[in-house]
């Protein structure tokens, strides 16, 4: 027979070791309801998030697999204009160890920062252009574009258009309809007047330049005040001191914002893994230009930051066989593009839309 003694009344009773403790709603009368609240919620559901990403970067960081390692740090690394110099070198040292391995061979990927008193302008002839796409091809060929034989594996950032030009005809005034009126529609509609803005994309003619075709070539216009970079919703997208208006790869989330906000159809979205051959990869790269790119996300010309930035032209201006694409430093009186703004006939595209492109149209 044990002798039971009774807690004294408001004593609180410690549950034997190893027994459950009743749920506190167990008792209706002292239950406590507490209230979730979001705040609440998202700082306990962060955290766990956090926690299980923290621990799967170590998990990945542990098995060896250095490539799966590479880029994860690069997943989460900081966007580039915000990156300290310490960073961004950390990020480029990632990049070429990952880009080497990957093509078989050694890959620079240059930082090289905009120069103070440099501003970037790009002037083009457009009578002297010929059509032959000798800029597209390098352009491709630089800048490490995707050249797949699928739809959506193709991506040019230069666009060529190949436009009609007529004339008026006195012999043509009578062939309109109604027949022999012409009231309602004048012959002249039938056939090229002047130049049609609507061009052909793509053409393969046997010879350029063609007989009555003039040639439009079209880019990124690298503008003053780019719409673009108003709407990216993650600001992976914005101008360079310099000018060109670049983007932050790992930092694009695809969402296609900025090519319909674009007037001049400039960028391109990979659709599918870009094919990029490994001995047709250039190796000379920078991390904001022609470094290679992955599924999903938005690229562009920069104006081949990886040359212009060391004092060369960009690919597009060398290979041109007429001399008609014009590049330098809108700063620089003496510069060719300066020259050409001050001397010809110049006009920018769609100029009432108030991009302020630095991008020049001129003709003699």
Known sequence: MTNQVT????????????????????????????????????????????????????????????????????????????MTAEE????????????????????SVDTTEAQPGVLMG???????????????KACVEENNQSRGSRPGERIEWIQVLRMERGEFKQDKMNQGYPEGLGIQVGGNAYSPSGQVLE????????????????????????????????????RTTYRE????????YNWCIGCKMCMNACPYWARRFNLTTPVLPKEAMNPVTHYLGNRPRMRGVVEK?????????????PACVEVCPVGARKFGNLLDPESEVSQV???????????????FPKFFYFYD
């Not at 001191?241 to 932050?248: C, E, K, L, Q």
């Open 199 to 234: 061009g052909q994309y793509y053409y393969a003619p046997d010879k350029v330049p063609e007989k009555d075709a003039t040639y439009m070539p079209i880019a990124c216009m690298q503008c003053e005040k780019p719409p673009c970079v108003k709407v990216c919703p993650v």
């Open 7 to 82: 807690p004294p009344a408001g004593a609180a009773t410690e549950p034997a070791p190893g027994a459950m403790a009743p749920p506190a709603s167990a008792d209706p009368a002292q239950a406590v309801v507490t209230q979730p609240t979001r705040r609440g919620f998202l700082r306990s559901g962060g955290a766990l998030s956090l926690s299980s990403l923290m621990g799967t970067a170590t998990l990945m960081a542990q098995t060896g697999e250095a490539k799966a390692a590479i880029e994860w740090a690069e997943h989460f690394q900081k966007n580039y204009r915000l």
């Open 122 to 136: 790009y002037a083009l002839n457009i009578r002297k252009c010929i059509g032959c796409r000798r800029c597209v």
């Open 88 to 107: 961004k070198t950390e990020a480029r040292v990632r990049l070429e160890r990952r880009h080497s391995a990957e093509y078989g061979k050694k890959v």
């Open 241 to 248: 001191a310099d000018g060109p208006v670049v983007i932050d």
């Open 341 to 355: 703004l001050a001397r010809k006939n110049v006009f920018r595209l769609k100029a009432e839309l108030n991009t």
């Open 301 to 313: 010309c920069h104006w081949c930051l990886q040359r212009t930035r060391h004092g060369r032209y």
